[in-house]
């Protein structure tokens, strides 16, 4: 296929102002060959001393860098960055036009010179991205973020070119890898991981046998966190057992960044386990952990560690337990405000009286930080609790922000459960119309990802809604396609609530015998999955209908499902039906948003655990911190 009209054009008119420019301008033009992203002034002044140290590069008018740019710009061949003026961009038929030159395409020594330039400016730059990540000043991560925006195309292509040379791409890695998990890119991250994983793999047995296997070993276990944040929890399990194989063999196994590594395996080791609810083995994993942590004396990962023993006792319901862990993992972080935050979300899902002042405690240093997933997840359990307590305004505006932040990055099942909770408000306030709007904005969304299980409850619950406010057309359309799509879903229990409440649609129709059907298919579900709950409801719903059938022989099927005689079955019926006329409708059954950001928890374990011993921020790298125009670093840095 040939390019389109516009390329083709494009093509001509970069290769007419290439050869407009002097042969001087022209070779130092070459060296913008690498960058595919944003071209930072303050990346270009380190960047030229990089070229000039290279011997193959002696023939390049470097002398003449700024002026060449200049005709560069003059020309066309650079233009401003349309996401951030200050920087340069190179338009893709120029990048293309440079790449096809022949001082670059082949393996030439002037090839593997720019190369070699390039790569090691970026491997400084990288590295300050890399500390940035770590540090637990919120504006540094913040400006981290903001740079790799512009970047992350240019720091691919680096490691790329790192993984080509054979050379040890940690600290490459180790940046990408830390803004793939602050902008929650997980799927690419996983994609790109797998595939550093397959080029490592290629090295020489020499190199994999130190350093470059360690690398290799590190990204395995990154490989292993989107696994689990991306719900692939067998192969996770099995990425971190194989990372944790190659740290125990390595040579380097008894360094403190090793030892450390080691522990953070074995803490997300075991909150896998804990997510399968093999409590023994999540204990025992912890355990290593912590014990690897204090041998070590490492704070921070005995900090994670009780965060973690934290988590494993409170989904075994051991409330005390779990806020003793918190409460020393709080204590241990430190100056650390950032994961105190999470611990604090954490305990407040314990409930009690200081859930809600934990809430708020977390929510302000998530703001800080600027963590969009989590502020919107902590509003909506403050939502929940206002809720709860009938503070109707209040509930309603963490709901609305908590939608808001789903919204902005793109979460539409959770931006769902988020207008469910708001239709659910509606309806308790008696805006009936506001409630039918909400339930359809979450249906249409749950359409939208294909997420049929949540579909199929948003239609439920449009079905419930209809159905208490008289609307029995639109009632039925609802309930049967809840009822279609529940039956796709081995869900038998939800199948049967829906048949109660077309149960219920029927005795207001006065069709008494399909409600008396429909209530004991739904009760003989329940016996069978033990359900007493509701067992307890389908038999409140069916004595009204038997009453108005008289069936006789409907009191000794029920004795039979509940193992007792037809009398007492009987006596049930006459107690029930004289009491109600049908059990009252309730609106149960609607989406939840996950409690816990377990996607989270095994990405934050691995953020201590690259390969240490970076050194300090030595003063050639403070200029990177300046990429960001308007960064409130720089007060700071001056």
């Known amino acids: 296929m040939g390019a389109s009209p516009n390329n083709e054009d494009a093509v001509r008119c970069a290769e007419s102002a290439y050869h407009a420019l002097s042969e001087d301008d022209q070779r130092v033009l070459v060296c913008f060959a690498p960058f595919t992203s944003a071209v930072s002034p303050t990346l270009l002044d380190g960047y030229l001393p990089k070229l000039r140290s290279q011997p193959a590069l002696a ?81 540094f991560q913040l400006s981290a973020r903001d740079v790799v925006r512009l970047e992350y195309d240019n720091m691919v292509m680096a490691m790329d070119i790192a993984l080509s040379h054979r050379v040890a791409v940690e600290m490459y890695y180790s940046a990408i890898y830390h803004s793939s998990c602050m902008t929650g890119h997980r799927a690419r991250g996983l994609e790109l991981a797998q595939r550093v994983a397959s080029q490592l793999e290629e090295y020489p047995p020499e190199d994999l046998a130190g350093r470059a296997g360690d690398n290799l070993a590190s990204v395995i276990d990154t490989i292993g966190d989107y696994q689990r944040s991306l719900g692939q929890y067998e192969a996770a399990e099995a990425s971190y057992r194989r990372a944790l194989a190659s740290f125990l063999a390595s040579k380097s196994r008894h360094t403190s960044w090793m030892q450390a590594g080691i522990a953070a395996t074995y803490q997300k080791l075991g909150l896998l386990a804990c997510d399968s609810q093999r409590w023994p083995e999540a204990e025992d994993h912890f355990q290593e952990s912590l014990r690897i942590s204090i041998e070590g004396n490492d704070q921070a990962s005995q900090a994670s560690v009780y965060y973690c023993l934290g988590l494993l006792a409170a989904k075994q319901h051991h409330a005390p337990q779990a806020e003793q862990h918190y409460q020393r993992a709080m204590e241990l972080f430190g100056d650390d405000r950032f994961s105190q935050a999470k611990v604090l979300y954490d305990w407040a899902e314990l409930g009690g009286r200081e859930a809600g002042r934990h809430y708020r405690r977390a929510l302000t240093i998530f703001r800080e930080f600027e963590d969009r997933d989590r502020m919107a997840t902590t509003h909506f359990h403050l939502g929940e609790r206002a809720h709860e307590r009938g503070r109707w305004e209040e509930a309603e505006k963490h709901y609305r922000r908590a939608r808001m932040h789903f919204f902005a990055l793109g979460n539409h099942r959770d931006e769902g459960a988020a207008c469910s909770r708001l239709a659910l408000l509606a309806k308790d306030r008696g805006h009936v119309v506001a409630a039918r709007r909400y339930f359809q904005r979450a249906l249409r969304l749950f359409q939208k990802i294909n997420d049929r299980e949540r579909e199929a409850t948003a239609h439920h619950a449009l079905g419930k809604l209809a159905l208490q406010f008289g609307r029995r057309k639109t009632a039925k359309r609802h309930l049967c396609r809840a009822r279609e799509m529940h039956a796709d879903l081995d869900d038998p229990c939800g199948l049967a609530e829906i048949e109660l409440d077309l149960g219920f649609l029927a005795y207001q129709q006065q069709r008494w015998q399909d409600a008396q059907d429909l209530c ?103 200029a990177v911190l300046f990429l960001v125009p308007g960064s409130c670093l720089k007060s700071q840095l001056v």
């Open 59 to 139: 023939a390049f008018a470097l002398s003449r860098w700024k002026e060449s740019i200049g005709e560069a710009r003059k020309h066309g061949l650079l233009c401003p960055h349309p996401g951030e003026p200050s920087h340069l961009s190179v338009p893709p038929a120029v990048t293309a036009l440079l790449r096809n030159r022949p001082e670059f395409s082949a393996q030439t020594e002037t090839r593997l010179a720019i190369d070699t330039a390039f790569r090691e400016v970026y491997g400084e730059f990288m590295e300050v991205m890399h500390m940035m990540f770590q540090s637990t000043v919120p504006e």
């Open 520 to 622: 004991l298919a739904a009760l003989r579900t329940f016996v069978t999955h033990r359900n007493r709950s509701g067992r307890k409801r389908a038999l409140m719903d069916l004595a009204p209908a038997w009453q108005k059938t008289n069936d006789p022989s409907l009191p000794d099927e029920v004795a039979s499902l509940l193992g007792t005689t037809g009398a007492k079955a009987r006596a049930i019926f006459r107690k029930m039906a004289s009491s109600v006329s049908f059990r009252p409708m309730s609106m149960s059954g609607l989406p939840q948003i996950p409690r816990e950001l377990s996607s989270h928890r095994a990405a934050d374990v691995n953020m201590r655990k690259m390969r240490g011993n970076l050194g300090s921020l030595g003063t050639r790298y403070f």
